[in-house]
């Protein structure tokens, strides 16, 4: 599905219209990343929950020179959908 498509049913599903709806659309994620920046997990009911994990440094390997290299802890965004979703749509 394409963004104009997704745009078009969200204005005729809310009532909106399609420039609101747009817009909406074109904030959400900026909105999300700040908010699981701040510490705040983000949980859309019925979908799934936005958070910040913490991945571990690990050991890895430069795949040109096959020498080891240290990746270093860094936090990542990560989704997590509602359990009726896990298992596939």
Same mark, same amino acid.
């Given at each position: ?29 900026? @909105? ?9 997990? @983000?949980?859309? +009911? ?5 958070? +910040? @994990? ?36």
């Amino acid at each position: 599905m394409r963004k104009y498509e997704l745009v078009r049913l969200l204005a005729a599903e809310t009532g909106v219209t399609q420039g609101q709806a747009k817009a909406v659309l074109d904030a959400l994620p900026d @909105v999300v990343l700040s908010l699981v920046q701040a510490g705040h997990p @983000v949980r859309f +009911a019925g979908l799934g929950t936005f958070q +910040a @994990v913490t991945r571990q440094p690990r050991k890895a390997r430069n795949l040109q020179t096959g020498e080891p290299v240290m990746v270093p802890a860094r936090r990542m965004l990560s989704f997590r959908a509602e359990r009726k979703y896990r298992k596939g749509v």
